[in-house]
Each structure stands twice: as C-alpha cells, then as structure tokens.
C-alpha cells in the first residue's frame, strides 16, 4: 500500500505561487519528509527535506502540518523552469527511498 | 566540479545481448544506487551498494548485475534474462547507506533494446 499519496498533475501561472501537497499519514516521528523534482528526461534533483518543523532553502519552503501527516512544498514565484515532475518521498521507503509516480507541475504562461 | 556522470546517454542493443551502463561519481560518497523509470512511472530500485565490494538487491533485481570494486564506480549490467529492458536507468549516490540520505542523480542512460 502506498503511504505517500500527491496529486498526478496541477497547472499553476507562472510568477504566481505553486503549492504542491503531498499525504504521508502512516509517518512516524523520526522519519523525514523529502522533495525531489525531476525535469523530463533528466535525473531528479533534489529540493528540501524537514522531519517536524517548517523548512526554508533558495529553492522552497516545506509546511509540514504539527501532526506531520501532510506537508506541502512551496515555489514562491513559479517560472517556466519549474515545469517537473515533483516526488514527495515519504516513509514507505524503509531503508531506502520510493519514488512514486509523483505530481506533474505544469507552468503556464 | 563534483558529480555523478553516466555513459552513454543513449544505447541502443539487440535482444539477447548483454549491456553494461556506466556510473562514476567523483563525490567521495559510500553509496550507490540504481533505478530504473519507465514512461509515465516513478523510479524503481534496481541495486544499491552501501560500501565497496557489498551490495543488495532492491525490488526488482532480477535480470540485472553488479559490482563494486571501487568507491567510484557501480556499473549495471542489464542481462538477456531481463524480459524488458528498455527503459531510463538512473545512478545516484549518498554520503552513506543510512536510512533517508539525500541521494544525488547522475544524468541517466536511455536504454533501448530491439
């Protein structure tokens, strides 16, 4: 069963806000919350990682709900180049992480 | 610069015929992974190696093989017992094998057998 579940596609404005959420309901308290994006055809990159609190880098910021079931990645002003498949990888992983089919942002012009 | 580089980009084979794809990381990282994608689908762990001369199979192992005699490189081995191999193959490394490391991607090979 899948334990990390994201929506498979939004559209968001470009200069505008892109709030991707994502589920992780079965989390436990020492396991982290992580965000990779892939753009087509490319490895994924990496983009910010929180475990409880709310997280903040050049690329994003990670809101992480106080129950730590749900969290939601953040791209302040999306540009064109944001346009990427976006994977929340959360505790079905084990020892090792799950990339699941992940949310395709789409930015539009 | 550090990295992860993967050779070729794109491969083109024959069925029935071995082939092997190239991972070297430059990044002095003790783990290595590879995964493969298919169109539309997220990455799916092939083998990881959480220290040279050691390594495990993920979830879908089969058909695949490789080594690890040196830190910097994890070569995979796509075989004929693999029933379809055309598929993205992604190499990543960690600064080590403990659980939720930030793994690092190299470009990917394309892999398309006919």
């Known amino acids: 069963d899948a334990k990390t579940t994201q929506p498979p596609s939004m559209d968001c404005a470009e200069g505008r806000a892109a709030n991707l959420p994502c589920n992780h309901s079965?989390?436990?308290?020492?396991?982290?919350v992580y965000w990779y994006r892939q753009i087509h055809s490319q490895g994924p990159q990496y983009i910010i990682h929180g475990l409880k609190n709310n997280e903040t880098n050049e690329m994003a910021s990670l809101i992480i709900t106080e129950d730590r079931k749900s969290s939601t990645l953040i791209l302040p002003h999306a540009t064109l180049r944001d346009t990427a498949v976006y994977y929340c990888i959360g505790p079905d992983y084990g020892q090792n992480f799950v990339f699941g089919p992940g949310t395709r942002l789409s930015v539009l012009p | 610069d550090g990295g992860i580089t993967q050779s070729p980009k794109y491969l083109f084979r024959k069925e029935g015929q071995n082939v092997t794809l190239s991972c070297e990381q430059n990044?002095?990282?003790?783990?290595m992974y590879w995964y493969r994608q298919d169109p539309g689908q997220g990455l799916r762990l092939i083998y990881y190696s959480q220290i040279v001369n050691d390594f495990q199979k993920g979830d879908i192992a089969e058909g695949y093989s490789v080594s690890r005699e040196k830190k910097e490189s994890f070569p995979l081995t796509v075989t004929s017992a693999q029933k379809n191999p055309t598929a993205f193959y992604l190499c990543?490394?960690?600064?080590?094998?403990?659980?939720?490391?930030?793994?690092?991607f190299g470009p990917g090979t394309r892999l398309t057998v006919t």
């Open positions: 079965t989390i436990s308290g020492n396991e982290y």
């Open positions: 990044l002095n990282h003790d783990a």
């Open positions: 990543a490394s960690s600064i080590d094998g403990s659980r939720q490391p930030e793994q690092y």
